[in-house]
């Protein structure tokens, strides 16, 4: 976890170093027409000061018609312009605002991961801080947990990005859905609804925010998904890179491994030796029949060597597979479950 700072004029620290939210005394907790319900809505933030005070006005003005108890937890991710500034203000304006401080820029999966460890709510609400996501989808999407669902994750199925960016989004959520076997629209939208249990079984690190959904879906969860509206960027510079795009290849093979193959490694890693081994053999014995059945040279053919390889390199991965078999065993993540 990266060193971040609770700014005083945000929250308030007990002696365990837990956040605690501060009480509303605006908000009448027992208007008729709310729901009972503590709603936490979490925001990670950097270098959004033309958004972020927009934001919490209508955040706010959601929670207040909606819900009896309701919080809002920005995480500033060593945002290097006003934003901190403007959040301490809000954070002083309206008593349910509350405000993590990161000293500099560790990501996104570390923001989430440091606002997971301090929400107090029944329910978390993730939204991005540009105002492209739309509070007023909050309600609807709470509401679907009703359905049976554990986790909700948005669609923006009229995206308001480049050509580039939704073709590409397109793409990956694609390829998500064929190694993984969790089929979403909208894998990367920054909208989702959580119940409380999800977030105390799914860890967040590196890029794996992205697949928060297919972690929680592998661990025995009910995961669905929602059309939400998108709008078109106002203030500040997108933070998307293609940079990003290749990295969430790789965090994508890392999670399709975590989820599907770390009950049983071996299995994968096992076949994959197996094949390569018995291919080796198979080039081998196929040496064997032209040097005593033909009379033919073998010593300088390419493919003695390559069955000597192959044989090696199969042995190596199934060593491998079995080690991490060793491995997982001792660090096995249990399915979710729930008493009927």
Known sequence: MPFLTRLPTACQVDMSGKVEPKTDTDADQMS????????????????????VEELTERVVSVLDSHYTDSEILFVDDGSTDDTV???????????????IRFWQNFGKANALDAGFDNVNGD???????????DPKAIPDMVGKLDEGYDLVSGWRRDRQSPFFKRLSSKLYNGLTARLTGLELHDLNCGMKVYRREVLQKVDVYGGMHRYIPVMAYWAGFRVGEMVVPHHE???GESKYSTRRLAFGFFDLLSVTFLTKHSQSPLRLFGGLGTLLSATGFGLGVYLLVLKYAFGQGIGNRPLLMLSVLLIIAGLQVFTFGFLAEKLSAQDRVDPYYEEL
Not at 36 to 50: K, R
Not at 85 to 99: K, N, P, T
Not at 127 to 132: G, H, I, S, T, Y
């Open 32 to 51: 008729s027409g709310k729901q009972d319900l503590f709603v936490s809505v979490l925001v990670p933030a950097y270098n959004e000061q033309g958004n």
């Open 85 to 99: 500034e403007i959040l301490e203000r809000l954070a002083d304006e309206y008593d349910r605002v509350r405000v």
């Open 123 to 133: 329910v978390v609400v993730t939204m991005d801080a540009d105002l492209q996501d």
């Open 233 to 235: 960027r106002k203030h």
